[in-house]
């Protein structure tokens, strides 16, 4: 180190002079909160000396002003709105479903004061979490009873414990799904303590399999749809119909992991055919589980219906309490399915169908407008603007194999590189999440809502504008 570097170093501020700049002790934030911030301009200055050949000390004006930026920033809630310009309609890191105006109304309505979620206002007497959504759904899926968990992962394991624990359940080489994270059937199931037998292949499961496999340890028939992935080609599964006759035949319960399950048929759409939870529990299968916020567009949650004498018994196993749900998502649960009782209403009140729904002529127009706005609030020298075709996808591990055609703005910054583009509108406040393509940052609009047209237009004109941004705070790439 240059015996300079080491003569400014001594001369870093120190903690309480920081926090004594005008600017800095004006500011409303916590004691404690401006003084981690200033320990944390300290060693970044230290840093920057350390790697800089020579350099000077910052003036006090620079000093507050990054000061204060480090401080807004630790103001900021860790969890905050993010615009999702990335073209995928789901995304667990970006939180899955967005919900509709009435289920936000609702969480409100509940959230704000006290509640009847355990009690029978009618007879002034205890009731039960379940039943405020019980007959909505048996009423949307033709099921005899319905309950509701923290989220299907929740569902499955409480399901498989409550019918199966201490047996065997079967289940097709071609349906051990791994979903993601930490789930996969195969770990699932042994937590739940039912032991795993294979039946079949990776392409091709008859009914003569599950047949041959069933033993007097044989506790449950297990189908789980392979969300996420499809085995096309010289494959063969088997019929929820078929599973079912057979489980009769054994005095076998049948239970199917929907993952996202649809209550609409959406092949009207162009969409592909996917079988709904209604289809599901026609074919007579005793316990279905699927998401709440994939593709039926609410909360977190676990849904499970079915026969009475299965619900009944995954309602009152231990571990349902354990996994229950709480009232600001059963409010908004209640809400959603209560859109899905028109079908209309349905389509047009829950943001992923509208999304999904969205015709791509109808996208163009929007996209072309937005760019119109952009290229009037943006000097030319900022960036190169255009349209691009560009398919959005479902995600979430739903319908895998479906593109959404349509367009996308690509930005193509001059003065910085895309990726620092990509990070600073990721910094931002909304952030914004794109897709970088080569030196371009794509932004597509299917899943960015009218209203948040001006947000994103303001995020877009700063993230291009500000010159330097301080100390780089860069969360993780979402893919
Ligand atoms: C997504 C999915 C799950 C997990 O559901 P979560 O709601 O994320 O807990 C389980 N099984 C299948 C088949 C899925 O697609």
Request: glycine share 8%.
């Amino acid at each position: 180190m240059s015996e300079s570097s080491q003569q400014l170093l001594r001369q870093l501020p120190a903690i309480d002079r920081l926090l004594g700049l005008a600017a800095v002790a004006s500011h409303p934030a916590p004691h404690v909160l401006k003084r981690g911030a200033a320990q944390q301009l300290v060693a970044d200055l230290r840093r920057q000396l350390l790697t800089a050949a020579a350099g000077a000390l910052p003036t006090d004006n620079e000093l507050a002003d990054r000061l204060l930026r480090l401080i807004d920033q630790r103001c900021r809630p860790s969890l905050r709105r993010v615009l999702n310009a990335s073209g995928t309609l789901l995304h667990t890191n970006l939180g899955r479903a967005p919900l509709s105006a009435q289920a936000l109304q609702a969480i409100t309505e509940v959230a704000k004061g006290y509640s009847n979620l355990e009690l029978d206002l009618t007879s002034g007497t205890r009731g039960h979490r379940y039943s405020h959504i019980d007959q909505l759904l048996c009423q949307l899926t033709g099921a005899e009873a319905a309950a509701v968990v923290n989220n299907n992962a929740g569902a499955v394991l409480l399901a498989l414990t409550a019918l199966a624990q201490g047996r065997e359940a079967l289940v097709s080489r071609g349906e051990l799904v791994e979903i993601g994270g930490a789930f996969r059937i195969p770990d699932v199931m042994e937590a739940g303590g039912v032991r795993l037998r294979e039946v079949g292949t990776t392409n091709k499961t008859h009914l003569r399999d599950y047949q041959s496999a069933i033993g007097e340890h044989t506790g449950l028939l297990l189908k789980v749809h392979t969300s996420n992935y499809r085995i096309v080609g010289f494959s063969q599964s088997v019929e929820a119909t078929e599973l079912v006759g057979l489980g009769r035949q054994h005095g076998i319960p049948v239970m199917e992991d929907l993952g996202s399950g649809m209550l609409l048929d959406l092949s009207p759409f162009g969409l592909p055919r996917e079988p709904t939870v209604q289809e599901a529990v026609a074919a007579g299968i005793d316990v279905l589980t699927f998401s709440g916020d994939k593709l039926l567009g609410g909360p977190q949650a676990g849904l499970i219906v079915g026969k009475r004498w299965a619900i009944d018994k995954i309602r009152h196993h231990p571990l349902a309490r354990a996994l229950r749900i709480d009232k600001l998502t059963l409010a908004a649960l209640e809400a959603t399915l209560f859109a899905y009782l028109d079908r209309e209403q349905a389509l047009h009140d829950i943001p992923v169908l509208r999304m999904l729904n969205l015709p791509a002529e109808q996208l163009r127009q929007r996209s072309q407008r937005f760019l119109r706005r952009l290229r009037r609030s943006l000097p030319a020298d900022q960036a190169r603007l255009q349209l691009v075709e560009a398919c959005a996808c479902v995600g979430g591990g739903a319908l895998p194999l479906t593109e959404l055609p349509g367009c996308a703005l690509a930005l193509q910054p001059l003065q910085q590189s895309a990726a620092e583009l990509a990070r600073r509108l990721r910094d931002g406040t909304p952030a914004v999440v794109g897709r970088l393509q080569d030196a371009a940052v794509l932004l597509n609009l299917r899943c960015i809502a009218v209203d948040e047209e001006t947000a994103l237009l303001q995020a877009l004109c700063q993230a291009l504008q500000s010159a330097t941004v301080a100390n780089a705070f860069a969360p993780t790439d979402v893919s």
